[in-house]
């Protein structure tokens, strides 16, 4: 059973900056997609970035430039530093493993005021 845990979420004001992080158990991590995801309220779960196995990224427009993604093998963790945040950038933020099948963690509250 693959468990996936994020971390990282919080309060922060419009311009500041976050850090997620989302810790794997599996042993097929290294060959995982990995992805974040995003659910603000009222609105259908969004993808926010992935990245894959050979490191390639992938952003949505919306948070192109501001969000990187990134991972770390040996920990087998990922991560999404999110800089200048914006109000619309709210919502509960998931973790998101895709090998064979797909994974949920918990999900870790962000939340932007202005």
């Known amino acids: 059973q693959v468990q996936l845990v994020e971390s990282g979420g919080g309060l922060v004001q419009a311009g500041g900056s976050l850090r997620l992080s989302c810790a794997a158990s599996t042993n097929r991590f290294s060959v995982s997609r990995m992805a974040w995801y995003r659910q603000a309220p009222g609105k259908q779960r969004e993808l926010v970035a992935f990245?894959?196995?050979?490191?390639?990224?992938n952003y949505a427009d919306s948070v192109k430039g501001r969000f990187t993604i990134s991972r770390d093998n040996a920990e087998k963790r990922v991560y999404l530093q999110m800089n200048s945040l914006k109000p619309e950038d709210t919502g509960v933020y998931y973790c998101?493993?895709?090998?064979?099948?797909?994974?949920w963690g918990q999900g870790t509250q962000v939340t932007v005021y202005s």
């Open positions: 990245i894959t196995s050979a490191f390639g990224q």
């Open positions: 998101n493993l895709l090998f064979e099948n797909t994974y």
